[in-house]
């Protein structure tokens, strides 16, 4: 049995409460008023304080998950890295709070322009990130763009009833199909076409070619299929009665027919 009163929930409490999360319900048994209060924390430490998306934590756990998945099914997923254009300018001119208001803003609306399947986070200062599985080359480029209108048609009202106009750079880049990458990798490869989007004038969305891959179904099996313990010793031995054909299946399974 757990007994409250041996417990210090006075900080956790209060982070709950910091975070606007719903607190639990005191008049519920102690495990599980416990269990609420870790499964809030939980929730708690993988939002961004400002903006109510997911944070860069939970963003990185997200990339890995959706690796495996295109890694496995072949399913193309795009990930997008979007910039706020010329932000040091606000903050200097109108200060943090203000800057804030629009990171608060841009961020709303970039949740209001995805799919409920999405993963929209904040990745740190001025920069967001978005994960859209299952997403063609057409798709993706259609989305970016409706995010990048969205946010030129804003109008951020300040404190002082100053109207902000403000405008977002986008980068995208396709996880490469049937191939383990890493996060960083992905990451890298949208983070080059953000600054292509940057050095090109801003306001803009360049997003890398989807490559087109072939895999047939036996080249599937080859590279996922699970083997009993029994086919190896069976497959050795059609490799040392047909020698011929088994080299011809070897050379068949080793290649992928990349259309560029």
Known sequence: MIDLRELR???????????????????????AYVQAVIDRLCELSLKDPLTGLSNRRYFFEALRREIEVVTRSGEPALL????IDHFKCINDTYGHPVGD?????????????????????RFGGEEFVIILPSCQGHFGIQVA????????????????????????????????????????????????????AKSEGRNRVC?????????????KSLLFGSLSLE????????????????????STGSTITRVN
């Open 145 to 196: 763009e409706r995010i990048r209108e969205s946010v030129a048609a804003m109008n951020i009202m300040t404190s002082s009833g100053v109207a902000l106009k403000v405008t977002i750079s986008i980068g995208g880049a396709f996880a490469p199909r049937w191939v383990r990458s890493t996060p960083e990798l992905w990451l890298d490869r949208a983070d080059i076409e953000l600054y292509r």
């Open 231 to 250: 086919e190896p010793a069976a497959w050795m031995d059609g490799m040392m009665a047909d020698p011929a054909g088994a080299g011809s299946a070897a």
């Open 80 to 83: 997008l890295m979007l910039d």
């Open 101 to 121: 208001v629009v990171i608060r803003s841009i961020a709303q609306t970039l949740a209001g322009c995805v799919r409920p399947m999405d993963t929209v986070a």
């Open 207 to 219: 997003i890398e070619p989807q490559p087109l891959l072939s895999v047939s179904a036996e080249e």
């Open 9 to 31: 929930l006075e900080d956790a409490l209060a982070l709950l409460g910091h975070g606007a999360a719903a607190l639990p319900d005191s008049a519920k048994d102690d495990q």
